[in-house]
């Protein structure tokens, strides 16, 4: 996991036959491209873990003693000695097994995923590998025992997060530089002739994934994470994913178990779509991920905004939160909220009330959301939808929007009605269906409205808006102009490469007519991670006939006379939120950071992307741009 104070081309895949046969995708068979995991993915654990939906994430160890982020302070904030016997303060006196499980099923969750050792080394458990663990702080508990019974007594699936880097053990080389960073020398010397041996490192680890599996499951998935070191390879990763198969056959793994992509560390945005990746599902971070039903995927953030670990100061809101779980639904996808308690072992009384804050919605309009599937109409910024069984269960984001035009669907709509019990009308015919409800019934964070289907809901496929730059008239800065068109073809095979003769490339496309544009998705490469170039850009509109100036314009158009400037609406620089470390990420791609944007609507006729900065010749496979 990063530090965490820091669709539509892609979506229309069809699963792997592994995924696809667990979840009943109508797209059938394997994808024909060959993407797809390597190892077949255990249906039946696939099914159960993408219908629990919403799950709790919980970093707990030492590091609360301090009340910093865990592991990224380490050496950063703290000095490596200091924080490496933080464990010998660590006594959470408070710690209820049994408390903390029912809260969170009382919250509304599904599913728990404990951290049982981060990047820090520190083990959560009584193991016998190393003596950096729980049971020799003055604790001395089990507490994944007594976590793992209480989540059996209280039916909450156990998930369990396992950091591949290491930052104490001497023999987990090149562990200690992430992100820029330099995170500490290893907690102990190795005897006098011996050397770091990452193949032994392994074995370690692999001890204790068999001590976490014989002792503390049936472990329904497993979140890995830290795969950044270069001999953490690609062949050991499906070695790994092996392993865990023959210790429990039913396991699942996320993808980062495979460490590279391409070559490459996965980015906490990036689906695996390369060919054969190792893991059962993708986990993602930083910002809402697009729509995707090619690849099974779960999204994080922490409930106070800015870390993990257990930090002091405020909690978010609670409607974020659900926001964040009905979007991820929507996208199909899984939500999982990051929630700790300090070094006392109790949580904090604020973070409960907002918990049982959230519940109300969770117990209410739960069933729009758990147990579906994301779609068939893809999530915009105004709308999005679940669907199980003959139902659509629409969510309507944007509290001013009473009345919805959607595209049209494949199968008759036979009944219409709100999960609030307000009132619903809709009308559909061959080119759209419209929804309309009272103004009263408007509900935050979503308006729920429920279309009955004469047939499955589940087997039509995902159904995007239209993307306006598909049709509009698109030119350049390039000198030849016969590859503009590429950019907006919908083909991901064919692109647009800026020439090299503007020090800022533009392509500019003409919509025909004035259009409410609120998001866009870039696409630098052919899949995924192909391409990652493009460092910095901006979308701008031109506002008027006169091309008037606006305050917070940017440069003016290249071949434009004095006073004709374009106005600013999006500009796309790093990850976009307020912490002390983004400037260790301001060279990072911006493909990391926002696979979507989403900016304030605004009407124009004709729409820029510059690109600011890019570090080698930006290369385009696609942009797309939505009214909603």
């Known amino acids: 996991m990063i530090a965490a104070t820091a669709g539509a081309a892609f979506a229309g895949g069809v699963w792997a036959s592994a995924v696809a046969s667990a979840l009943g995708d109508a797209a059938g068979s394997a994808a024909t491209n060959g993407i797809g995991p ?44 200091e924080y490496d016997v933080l464990y010998k303060r660590f006594n959470p006196v408070e710690f209820d097994a049994d408390v903390w499980v029912k809260m969170l099923k009382d919250s509304g969750f599904r599913y728990l995923t404990f951290v049982t050792k981060h990047h820090e080394g520190f083990a959560m458990w009584d193991t016998k590998t190393t003596n950096y663990n729980i049971m020799n702080s003055p604790f001395r508990r089990d507490v994944l025992k007594e976590i793992s019974a209480a989540c059996k007594k209280h039916d909450l699936a156990l998930c369990l997060y396992y950091s591949i880097a290491d930052f104490y053990q ?93 070559g490459r560390v996965y980015m906490p945005t990036w689906f695996p779509t390369d060919r054969k990746y190792v893991g059962d599902f993708a986990v993602l971070e930083v910002d809402t991920p697009r729509f995707n039903r090619t690849i099974p995927w779960e999204y994080t953030t922490p409930a106070n905004g800015r870390s993990y670990c257990w930090t002091p100061g405020p909690y978010g809101d609670p409607h974020t939160w659900i926001d964040n779980f009905i979007k991820s639904a929507c996208g199909d996808g899984n939500y999982l909220l990051g929630l700790t308690p300090p070094a006392s072992g109790r949580f904090d009384p604020a973070l409960i009330d907002k918990l049982a804050e959230s519940s109300v919605w969770v117990k209410r309009y739960g069933a729009s959301v758990f147990e579906t599937r994301g779609g068939p109409y893809m999530r915009t910024n105004v709308y999005g939808s679940t669907c199980k069984g003959n139902l659509i269960y629409l969510h309507v984001f944007d509290p001013k929007v009473t009345t919805l035009t959607l595209p049209p669907l494949p199968r008759k709509i036979v009944g219409c009605s709100m999960l609030n019990g307000g009132k619903a009308t809709v009308a559909q015919d061959a080119k759209s269906v419209t929804v309309s409800v009272n103004p009263n019934d408007v509900a935050s964070p979503s308006t729920i409205v429920v279309l009955k289907l004469e047939g499955s809901a589940e087997q039509i496929a995902p159904i995007s808006e239209p993307s306006l730059t598909r049709a509009a008239t698109v030119r350049s800065s390039n000198k030849d102009p016969s590859g503009d068109h590429m950019i907006a073809d919908g083909d991901m095979q064919t692109f647009w490469k800026s020439d090299g003769h503007t020090k800022q490339p533009w392509i500019e496309f003409d919509l025909g007519t004035e259009k409410t544009v609120s998001r866009a998705t870039l696409f630098e490469g052919e899949y995924e991670g192909e391409l990652a170039n493009i ?8 506002l008027g006939d006169e091309w008037k100036p606006v305050e917070g314009a940017s440069a003016c158009w290249p071949e434009c006379q004095p006073g004709r400037e374009w106005k600013r609406v999006a500009d796309i620089s790093t990850w976009g939120t307020d912490t002390g470390q983004e400037e260790d990420f301001n060279d990072w791609p911006i493909s990391v950071f926002h696979p979507e944007i989403r900016f304030t609507p605004v009407r124009a006729r004709k729409v820029r992307l510059k690109i600011l900065k890019s570090v080698a010749p930006a290369v385009i496979h696609e942009f797309e741009l939505y009214e909603r």
């Not at 590091?63 to 000095?79: C, D, F, N, Y």
């Not at 460092?535 to 031109?542: A, P």
């Open 38 to 81: 390597l190892l077949p993915t255990p249906a039946a654990a696939l099914k159960r873990f993408l219908g629990l939906r919403y799950g709790a994430f919980i970093h707990w160890g030492p590091a609360t003693v301090l009340g910093k982020e865990i592991s990224w302070t380490r050496e950063v904030e703290t000095p490596s000695a």
């Open 170 to 262: 001497p023999d987990c080389i090149g562990a200690s530089s992430a992100n820029g960073m330099y995170l500490g020398p290893p907690g102990y010397s190795l005897p006098e002739g011996r050397n770091p041996n990452f193949d032994r490192y392994v074995e370690y680890m692999k001890t204790q994934l068999k001590e976490l599996t014989q002792n503390y499951g049936p472990v329904l998935a497993w979140w890995f994470d830290g795969g950044w070191m270069s001999d953490w390879t690609y062949e050991r990763g499906v070695d790994l994913l092996k392993y865990m198969r023959s210790l429990q056959a039913d396991t699942l793994a996320d993808q980062r178990v495979g460490g590279a992509y391409n």
């Open 535 to 542: 460092h910095r850009y901006q979308i701008e509109v031109k």
